[in-house]
């Protein structure tokens, strides 16, 4: 994939996380989900790989923070589940791994990234065990919608087309 058309589509998934958490969210225990982010991690890491969806995720984290409309846990979690999801896909060249690589990375490894940063930005103290529910219901639920729409996309033969010209 050429340059232009790499950037183009990066651009593409950012404007979709960005503006796809103001449409599709809802209450996850003390927490809100937002399943885009997710879905955006599993279908870039599949088809642009890790490097290109850790861009991605930390883009869109942070325009919905200088917007107000998300918080400082969309790094850590966006991003490690990113790069997991990527990681995972390129080594099995499965789609179940890149879902699980975005539910360990976000779900699980996100949210213990996220203790110290509620410390430092938020003033808050909570453990693991306040973060991890939503994050991994968030994530479940994202990647799952991502990997059907990567299963929508391979039966249509659209993401052949992105993936040769890769």
């Given at each position: 994939?050429?340059?232009?058309?790499l950037?183009t589509?990066?651009?593409?998934?950012?404007?979709?996380?960005?503006?796809?958490?103001?449409?599709l969210?809802?209450?996850?225990?003390?927490?809100?989900?937002?399943?885009?982010?997710?879905?955006?991690?599993?279908?870039?890491?599949?088809?642009?790989g890790?490097?290109?969806?850790?861009?991605?995720?930390?883009?869109?984290?942070?325009?919905r923070?200088?917007?107000?409309?998300?918080?400082?846990?969309?790094?850590?979690?966006?991003m490690?589940?990113?790069?997991?999801?990527?990681?995972?896909?390129?080594?099995?060249?499965?789609?179940?791994?890149?879902?699980?690589?975005?539910?360990?990375?976000?779900?699980?490894?996100?949210s213990?990234?996220?203790?110290?940063?509620?410390?430092?930005?938020?003033g808050?103290?909570?453990?693991?065990?306040?973060?991890?529910?939503?994050?991994?219901?968030s994530?479940?639920?994202?990647?799952?919608?991502?990997?059907?729409?990567?299963?929508?996309?391979?039966?249509?033969?659209?993401?052949?087309?992105?993936i040769?010209?890769?």
């Amino acid at each position: 994939m050429n340059r232009t058309r790499l950037m183009t589509t990066m651009a593409v998934f950012v404007a979709i996380g960005i503006i796809g958490s103001q449409f599709l969210w809802f209450p996850a225990g003390f927490a809100k989900a937002y399943p885009v982010q997710h879905a955006v991690n599993v279908v870039a890491g599949i088809l642009l790989g890790p490097g290109p969806a850790v861009i991605i995720a930390f883009i869109i984290g942070l325009i919905r923070n200088m917007l107000g409309l998300g918080s400082i846990l969309a790094f850590p979690g966006g991003m490690i589940g990113a790069f997991l999801a990527g990681y995972l896909y390129k080594k099995w060249n499965r789609h179940s791994a890149a879902v699980i690589g975005e539910i360990i990375g976000t779900g699980i490894l996100g949210s213990f990234a996220s203790i110290p940063l509620a410390t430092l930005f938020m003033g808050t103290s909570f453990g693991i065990f306040f973060f991890l529910p939503s994050f991994l219901v968030s994530s479940v639920s994202g990647a799952l919608i991502g990997w059907f729409i990567v299963v929508r996309l391979k039966q249509s033969g659209q993401a052949k087309a992105i993936i040769e010209n890769k």
